[in-house]
């Protein structure tokens, strides 16, 4: 895995409970749209499924690129050659295999998914310079549109430190040819930056307010088979119970929640062909907890219905936990610097008692920690890292139930 992401580390919690409210998410006739959707402030934003081609993560530290699976974008790596064969793209007697987005891992997008796993440089599409901090494309793909017409597609380059991706591309024989320069670093507030190859234009198809659940159309290749489900945003962590009373059990295991980003998926549905309707399991039960937003509260929710093709509604019932008691979430202080730093990093953090403290690397792969007993109140930790090849890495800092993490720069 190419990225470090940040767990929550619990034990149980006793929860306070609100009431249930009854939920429809409406994604429209044929699933013409997605839905992004927040817990806490319901329907976010409705966008048109096929208005976009490509997508680019928004994160300093990641490659992802997304490919619109869902809405029939069809993704292939060009097997007669590599970037630099660019101009002489020839795709006589090709056999093509599909690629396809990840549904563990929004780091694995279609243009990931032929990741060399045993270099921890490779992003699939490139690799990562530890010189410059760039990932420098190395691959040719061949994009299908949701029309059926073809492109020949490089991504040239991510420069990490500005977040800015340069790609390209062309018509089969040439024509057409179009190189972008995309700067993401002023959309922090969305997960990523979608691109239509079609209309040659950024699409604006996330909302800038933070969300964890997207209702969607994707592929599941472990049906595999085209489905229509959720998916949580970068940072929702999920449990599923099976076999409970849906509207009375509360008994979440604080410990067992995932990363997974297809853990609600669309498996909570069945379509009978006796009765040509969805039948909806009626013992699941879904906790979901947003560890990156403002409020990190849990909420369970549970499917109540589902209107198929005909209006691609969905029913559920979502009630809010509270954590009390002395386990509730407690944003910590965590600063370093210099950033970029070379021989040494000031680490300034508010974590009290046992604390351990562990820098990954971009592959992250830990490469250095220390475990110190820390006073209540700020503390300062200078760590010599004078021996870390150059490169970007995340500095995590852990005490009891409490973590955070934060990115630097090795000169």
Do not use: C
């Amino acid at each position: 895995m190419k990225k470090v992401f940040t767990f929550l580390f619990l034990i149980y919690w006793v929860p306070s409970v609100f009431g249930q409210t009854s939920v429809d998410v409406i994604t429209g006739a044929d699933y013409a749209n997605e839905v992004y959707y927040s817990l806490e402030n319901d329907t976010l934003k409705s966008s048109a499924r096929n208005s976009w081609d490509i997508a680019f993560t928004t994160d300093q530290m990641s490659a992802s690129v997304l490919a619109n699976n869902g809405a029939g974008v069809m993704l292939y790596t060009y097997p007669g050659g590599a970037i630099g064969d660019w101009s002489t793209v020839d795709t006589t007697g090709t056999v093509w295999s599909p690629l396809f987005n990840s549904i563990e891992d929004w780091e694995f997008g279609a243009f990931n998914d032929a990741t060399d796993t045993s270099s921890v440089f490779d992003y699939g599409w490139g690799v990562y310079n530890s010189t410059t901090h760039n990932v420098d494309g190395d691959s040719i793909y061949l994009v299908q549109l949701a029309t059926g017409d073809f492109k020949k597609l490089a991504i040239i380059q991510k420069n990490s430190i500005q977040n800015v991706w340069t790609f390209q591309y062309a018509d089969l024989d040439g024509q057409n040819d179009t190189t972008v320069t995309l700067d993401v670093s002023g959309f922090s507030e969305k997960s990523y930056v979608h691109y239509s190859v079609l209309n040659d234009s950024v699409v604006d198809q996330e909302p800038d307010e933070r969300w964890q659940l997207l209702f969607t159309r994707y592929y599941d290749y472990n049906i595999p088979y085209y489905v229509t489900g959720v998916l949580a945003n970068k940072g929702v962590q999920v449990q599923q119970v099976n076999g409970v009373s849906q509207e009375s059990f509360l008994d979440y295991d604080a410990a067992s929640f995932s990363d997974t980003i297809s853990v609600i998926g669309s498996d909570w549905k069945i379509f009978s062909t006796s009765t040509f309707q969805y039948e909806i399991a009626s013992d699941v039960v879904y906790f979901v907890q947003d560890t990156l937003g403002t409020d990190n509260s849990i909420w369970k929710l549970y499917f109540t219905g589902f209107g198929g093709s005909s209006t691609g509604t969905y029913s559920f019932v979502k009630q809010k936990m509270i954590p009390t008691g002395i386990n509730d979430f407690l944003e910590r202080n965590l600063t370093v610097y210099p950033n970029p730093a070379k021989q040494e990093l000031n680490i300034i953090h508010d974590f009290g008692g046992n604390t351990e403290i562990t820098i990954y690397n971009i592959a992250g792969q830990p490469v250095f920690k220390t475990q110190n007993f820390e006073s209540i109140g700020l503390n300062k930790r200078i760590l010599n890292i004078s021996s870390l090849p150059s490169g970007m890495y995340s500095v995590l800092v852990r005490s009891e139930n409490e973590v955070k993490s934060v990115k630097f720069i090795k000169q």
